[in-house]
């Protein structure tokens, strides 16, 4: 949680962006969007760099918690429980460390938790799920032997 410890600021991509990018050219690139959250509201056209950095912020959450369900379900197996079990033991966990790190942000000078965050962690958590388990379904259907496979050494049925 180290880095939910740190201020926006020290967080911030929009510094990086501002060096690498034209704001007059993301204003032509970007959809004329707008983006409510919380209490803001974040247009694209007037903010296009605390509109990326938001994309990529929330996008950062679903994909962290999307691996850390997904490494979850996987730790779990040797412990041979069937699907749902594992999940919502998984889902559980990220719900646990996403409410956690919400909390610890509430403690933080300039840091807010919110809830939307811990939805969204879910959300990634949820995600994560999903192509884990349907990852697992298809190695595990391409290693079964099909049911309806020649008889090898047989040039006719017997």
Do not use: C
Not at 17 to 40: A, G, N
Not at 92 to 105: I, P, S, T
Not at 141 to 151: I, L, V
């Amino acid at each position: 949680m180290v880095l939910s410890s740190q201020p926006y600021e020290v967080q911030s991509i929009q510094p990086y962006l501002r060096e690498q990018l034209s704001e007059d050219s993301l204003k032509e690139l970007l959809p004329d969007w707008s983006l409510h959250y919380r209490t803001s509201t974040i247009e694209a056209k007037a903010e296009p760099f605390r509109f990326i950095e938001f994309l990529f912020r929330k996008g950062a959450h679903l994909f962290i918690y999307a691996m850390v369900a997904a490494l979850a379900y996987v730790a779990l197996k040797p412990y041979r429980l069937s699907l749902v079990p594992k999940a919502v033991i998984a889902l559980a966990g990220v719900g646990l460390v996403a409410v956690l790190d919400e909390w610890n942000q509430l403690r933080q000078p300039n840091r807010t938790g919110a809830m939307e965050d811990v939805i969204l962690d879910l959300t990634g958590g949820a995600i994560g799920l999903l192509f884990v388990i349907l990852f697992s379904y298809w190695s595990a259907a391409g290693q079964r032997p099909r049911r309806n496979s020649r008889r090898k050494n047989r040039p006719y049925p017997r």
